[in-house]
């Protein structure tokens, strides 16, 4: 009887066990992902604040900004510029834009190629940030054949 009694709880115990780690896989869930997005035309206007260009270390032709871009609805969203003042055109290899994480506000940019001459702008998603805000930055990166260049650019949004 002592024997059956020990057996039936380690069973209830290895039930028990087996039940909560099957809880916690299955509530567990995966980290969020970024988007990947297309790059589109850049046209700027009083709404944009841009950090100053600067040349890529691999290929100084190559060069690329942090903007910030906002709206009278208190929503912001970053932009990665690049611009290829070189006379051939150019493939872009990973873009990323980091700007307001915890709000859903970074993207990842997809492989693109150039056109000598042209500027063009990958978009993170627009965040509500509110009217009266201080962001640290808007990081920007771009790789070109494993070396990676980055800029910031910060802002402030007075009341109003």
């Known amino acids: ?17 087996t039940a909560l780690l099957a ?10 992902a970024s988007d990947t997005v297309k790059w589109k035309p850049v046209s700027t206007n009083s709404n944009w604040s841009c950090g ?9 032709h190559i060069r690329l900004k942090a903007c910030i871009v906002t709206n009278s609805s208190g929503g912001a969203q970053a932009v ?6 070189g006379t051939s ?17 970074d993207v990842w940019c997809a492989p693109t190629n150039l ?16 009217r009266c805000w201080r962001t640290t930055s808007a990081t920007v990166e771009l790789t070109l054949t494993r070396v990676t260049a980055a800029t910031a650019n ?3 949004v007075p009341c109003g």
């Open 23 to 32: 809880i916690v896989l299955l509530s567990a869930s995966p980290a969020q």
């Open 154 to 156: 910060g802002q402030y």
């Open 1 to 17: 009887m002592i024997i059956k009694k020990k057996v039936s709880t380690r069973r209830n115990l290895l039930a028990l066990l």
């Open 89 to 105: 055109d150019q493939y872009l290899g990973k873009g990323r834009v980091i700007f307001e994480s915890q709000l859903g506000g």
């Open 52 to 60: 100053a260009y600067i040349g890529h270390n691999d290929r100084s």
């Open 115 to 130: 056109a000598e001459g042209r500027t063009a702008g990958c978009y993170a998603p627009t965040v509500q940030v509110g």
């Open 80 to 85: 990665l510029v690049v611009q290829n003042a």
